[in-house]
């Protein structure tokens, strides 16, 4: 049997190599097709690549009649109308690891561009100028470089920095000690990272979380005469507060590759001459291209020739049967994982997933890889899905145990037990189905609830005694906080208990410290499902 793929964006020959030589696969190149276009030729085709050009989009899905795979080469994929491919059971790939180096090479090019003036001072050069006092830079070696996000390019970037007998001190949402200390670098927290560090580079995906994760809060923690390095994704720092911090003498200098809002040739950092920027090159070598490619072609032809693909970013296919039975749980077991991941700001160790009832009886995997999911979401947004859950979890060494216990589901048809191990401790919930009710968080530790997994929650931790309730209920009131529901458990009377509020909307910091302030309160915790 012979396979058709359309490349519909440019690719080199090297890329394409592994689908072109092998005798199953027929390649077809072309690359400048219009949306009607591409309507027109996709029901021919088995598989499709793309780069960022090519938009596939439900319609385009739907055509595809014969299309199995759809791969992406490079890691984005805004282009792609992932769940419209999920729906007609098409797996996409893409290439996460071929330009981990090509960033990282990047990203320490704008650190020594940065440190030694390199742009200015040949500016200045072509201007006719010599002026060697101008340009007097700053050596790397003994500096403390901070890492926000270590994975694989932050963990690339650090390697190049002890290269050049830098000390790096980084912090990440999975990053443990151990781990810290396998790799060679220091442990710290985000605020131990921006207080200690001489240059700080951040390698964190743009998250609902991460957007203006630096900013000017973060600026007045620094040092002064520190430098920012960004050649992750545009908006991670605040620009506005940025500019003000070089403008104000606190940050040195800044190097970006990216930006909130791209092309950038207008925004005013630019014309700021402590500031270096490109383009958003930082997969833009030919190596990295050429690789991306690579990968993603071997990616289809090993799933076109019945073999697992190495780098779904979709669920595979489950049959209808199998699926009928597991579904109504995929809610639960993501929401439960989504509320446990609220409870700490460790890093993850392990995670434990206990099934009890008649769910036992079934292959629990595909509810396991959604509860993860739900559990890594927090910081890895959208780069984590069903399918790579269990792949994320094990390259953040975190270990998972999958345990079932036919007869012990408490009172309860079903139960599924979720509990994390961090450095803190650990931390344990439990939810069921309700007939006609959908999921319900009905454990919190040692507490019995009966919650519905949507909406604002606030999680209190506090001392039982008389008039906490009410004293919490003014003080949110005061606010404008509507609490719509509220559930209270306690271990004994006097003891230690919890309260569950769902609320109409978020709560801001400010309301969040009045709670803490509170001395019978113990813990808060906000999670908006």
């Not at 270096?276 to 833009?284: F, I, M």
Request: aromatic fraction near 4%; hydrophobic fraction near 40%; proline fraction near 4%.
């Amino acid at each position: 049997m012979t396979f058709r793929i359309l490349v519909a964006d440019p690719l080199s020959e090297e890329g394409i190599k592994p689908l072109k030589c092998n005798p199953k696969m027929d390649v077809t190149m072309q690359t400048s097709l219009s949306p009607e276009e591409l309507l027109e030729e996709i029901p021919k085709y088995d598989a499709l690549i793309v780069r960022s050009q090519t938009t596939v989009t439900r319609k385009v899905i739907e055509h595809a009649k014969k299309l199995k795979i759809i791969g992406r080469a490079g890691v984005g994929t805004d282009n792609i109308d992932i769940d419209a491919a999920t729906e007609h059971g098409i797996v996409v790939v893409n290439a996460p690891n071929g330009n981990t180096n090509s960033a990282a090479e990047h990203a320490m090019a704008m650190l020594m561009s940065l440190s030694r003036n390199i742009p200015q001072a040949y500016y200045s050069l072509k201007q006719r100028q010599w002026d060697r006092k101008k340009f007097i830079g700053t050596e790397l070696k003994g500096k403390k470089l901070g890492i926000v996000g270590l994975g694989r390019i932050g963990t690339e970037v650090a390697y190049r920095a002890k290269g050049q007998r830098m000390k790096v001190i980084a912090y990440d949402p999975f990053l443990t000690e151990e781990k810290a200390e396998k790799i060679g670098v220091g442990y710290g927290t985000l605020e131990d990272v921006l207080r200690s560090a001489d240059f700080i580079t951040v390698h964190t995906p743009l998250l609902k979380n991460t957007r203006h994760l630096i900013n000017a809060d973060s600026f007045a923690i620094m040092k002064t005469g520190v430098h920012i390095i960004n050649c992750a994704r545009g908006g991670i720092i605040d620009e506005e507060a940025l500019y003000d911090a070089i403008v104000a003498k606190k940050v040195a200098g800044a190097a970006l590759d990216v930006f909130e809002n791209e092309p950038a040739i207008d925004n005013k950092l630019l014309t700021l001459p402590e500031v270096v920027a490109t383009p958003h090159l930082g997969a833009s070598t030919v190596e990295a291209q050429e690789n991306v490619a690579i990968d993603v072609s071997h990616d289809i032809a090993r799933f076109l020739n019945g073999a697992v693909a190495e780098n779904p970013v979709n669920l595979p296919a489950i049959s209808n049967e199998h699926m009928g039975k597991l579904k109504p749980y995929f809610t639960l077991a993501e929401k439960l994982g989504e509320f446990l991941s609220y409870l700490t700001d460790d890093a993850i160790e392990e995670i434990t997933l206990n099934y009890a009832g008649d769910i036992t009886e079934y292959e629990v995997t595909p509810v396991s890889r959604i509860a993860i999911k739900g559990l890594l979401k927090k910081h890895l947004g959208t780069h984590v899905n069903e399918v790579n859950a269990l792949y994320l979890a094990e390259k953040k060494d975190i270990t998972i145990h999958e345990n079932k216990t036919k007869s012990a589901a408490e009172g309860f048809t079903n139960l599924l037990r979720l509990e994390i191990k961090t450095a803190e401790g650990k931390f344990c919930a439990a939810g069921t189905l309700l007939n006609g009710l959908g999921p319900r968080i009905v454990h919190v530790g040692e507490f019995h609830v009966d919650v519905t997994p949507e909406g604002h929650i606030v999680l209190i931790h506090h001392r039982d005694q008389p008039g906490v309730i009410g004293k919490m209920g003014n003080l949110l009131g005061k606010h404008h906080i509507n609490i719509a529901t509220m559930q209270v458990d306690r271990s004994d009377a006097g003891g230690n208990a919890i309260m569950m509020l769902k609320v109409d909307r978020h709560l801001k910091q400010e309301s969040i410290d009045a709670l803490k302030a509170l001395p019978e309160i113990q813990d808060v915790r906000t999670i908006d499902f």
